[in-house]
C-alpha cells in the first residue's frame, strides 16, 4: 500500500519497525516535515511511503518520496540527470527512501525482527520498484542506508555508492582531557589553543535539553539557522515551526549548543541524539571569534558524548577539517536502481570506479589523523 501522508500510519506501530533509536526515521520527525510543509510537492518531495500490513498489524514500511529534483539528498546524481538529458530522457521525477534534507546514516527499510523480516524486505522492494514504473519514474535511491542494509539491496540488483564522513567513535574516555591524551602533541596543543581562545574571548558555553529550550531560545537558534543557510543557498527548507513541532514531540533527542557572550546570544548548534549516538545538524553564527565554530560544533558535543555515554558523534556531512580534531573518515552508503537496463550498467560501472577512488581517498586521509598511532 502506498500513502501520501505518515499521518495514515499509526505512530507508536511505525516506531515500533526498528530496534533504533535513531531520531530522523521516527514518526514523529518525518510527520514534522509534513505537518510544517517542509516537505509537499511544492518544495519537490511528495509523500509517496510504502507499508505492508497483515490484517491490522504493521510489517514493515518504506519512507518513499517522489521528487523532481536532487536537492536536500547530500548524494549528489546531477551528473546521472545529465546523462539522460543528453539522451533525451527524463531523470525526473524519480523516488528515493530516505530523511529529507538528513544527511545521517540509519534503517530504511524498516521490518521488525522476525523470521519473515527479510522476505518483508524484499516485497517492499518490489513494491517500490513497481510504484517507479506506475509513476513513470526514472529510479529508486536508498539513501544513507546502514551497511547490512547496503549489502541486503546489493543482493537485490541495487548498485552500491560509497561515500564518506568524519565521525568520532568514544573509547570509553574518562573526560575530554583523556580523549585528547591520544593525540600527538602538536594537535593536541592546537585543540587545546582553540578551546582557550574561545574562553579567553569571555564566550560563555550552554547546552540544553529538550525541554529546557524555551520558545525564546528555539527563535534564537532559528535566526541564527536561517542567515546561515540563506547564505550558503539562498534556500532555507526549514521552518522554525517544524523544530519547535520535534521540541515539543521528541524532546528526549534534542540537544542545542549556544554561546554567549556579555548576555547576548552569539552562535547555536542543534544536535540530535539516540541511545548511543549524538548527530551534529545545524549551526550559525552572529559574531565571528575565533575557533567558536569548533568549540561549539565539535568539542563541545565530545564532551558531551563522554559525559553521556554515547559512543559516536557524527556532525554532519563534509568538512575534512574535523580530521585533525578527532574525527576520522568513515564510509556512508547508498544504494540505487534505474529502470533502464543500458544506464544500469552503465552507472554500475562508473560506480565500481569511484568507489575503488573512494576507498583510496578514506585510507589516504586516515593517515593525516592526529592520534599518534598515526604518526
Avoid at 596543543?189 to 574562553?199: F, G, I, S, W, Y
Wanted: neutral net charge; contains cysteine; aromatic residues 14%.
Amino acid at each position: 500500500m502506498s500513502l501520501t501522508r505518515i499521518d495514515d500510519v499509526n505512530p507508536a506501530s511505525w516506531n515500533a519497525l526498528t530496534v533504533s533509536s535513531n531520531p530522523f526515521i521516527k514518526h514523529e520527525f518525518l510527520r514534522a516535515l509534513e505537518q510544517t510543509k517542509c516537505v509537499t510537492p511544492e518544495t519537490g518531495w511528495t509523500p509517496c511511503h510504502i507499508v505492508a500490513e497483515a490484517g491490522e498489524q504493521l510489517l514493515g514500511a518504506l519512507p518513499l518520496y517522489l521528487k523532481h529534483h536532487s536537492w536536500g539528498e547530500f548524494v549528489f546524481d546531477f551528473a546521472w540527470a545529465e546523462a539522460y538529458e543528453r539522451s533525451s530522457r527524463a531523470y525526473y521525477p524519480k523516488i528515493i527512501n530516505a530523511v529529507p534534507y538528513t544527511p545521517a546514516t540509519g534503517p530504511r527499510l524498516l521490518v521488525a525482527p522476525s523470521p519473515s523480516a527479510a522476505t518483508i524486505k524484499t516485497a517492499l522492494i518490489q513494491r517500490a520498484r513497481e510504484l517507479v514504473m506506475e509513476r513513470r519514474a526514472s529510479s529508486l535511491h536508498c539513501l544513507f542506508t546502514t551497511q547490512d542494509e547496503s549489502a541486503f539491496l546489493e543482493s537485490n540488483d541495487f548498485m552500491m555508492r560509497v561515500g564518506c564522513q568524519y565521525h568520532w567513535q568514544n573509547h570509553s574516555y574518562g573526560n575530554f582531557d583523556d580523549f585528547l591524551s591520544g593525540f600527538t602533541a602538536e594537535k593536541r596543543k592546537k585543540v587545546k589553543r582553540e578551546r582557550r581562545r574561545v574562553q579567553e574571548a569571555g564566550v560563555e558555553i550552554l547546552v540544553l535539553e529538550g525541554v529546557e529550550i524555551s520558545p525564546l531560545l528555539w527563535e534564537v537558534f532559528y535566526r541564527f539557522y536561517y542567515g546561515t543557510v540563506l547564505r550558503k543557498s539562498g534556500y532555507v527548507p526549514l521552518s522554525l515551526a517544524f523544530f519547535q513541532t520535534l521540541g515539543h514531540t521528541m524532546p528526549e533527542n534534542v540537544v542545542l549548543v549556544l554561546a554567549r557572550y556579555q548576555g547576548d546570544y552569539v552562535a547555536a548548534a542543534l544536535n540530535f541524539r539516540s541511545k548511543d549516538t549524538l548527530y551534529g545538524r545545524y549551526w550559525g553564527a552572529s559574531h565571528d571569534f575565533h575557533s567558536l565554530h569548533f568549540e561549539v560544533c565539535y568539542y563541545t558535543g565530545i564532551e558531551y558524548c563522554i559525559s553521556r555515554g554515547l559512543q559516536r558523534f557524527e556532525p554532519g556531512a563534509q568538512g575534512e577539517h574535523k580530521i585533525s580534531r578527532g574525527f576520522l573518515p568513515t564510509p556512508t552508503y547508498s544504494n540505487h536502481w534505474l529502470a533502464d537496463p543500458i544506464f544500469q550498467r552503465a552507472v554500475r560501472i562508473s560506480l565500481e570506479r569511484e568507489r575503488e577512488q573512494m576507498r583510496y581517498h578514506m585510507s589516504e586521509l586516515s593517515s593525516h589523523g592526529p592520534y599518534k598511532s598515526a604518526e
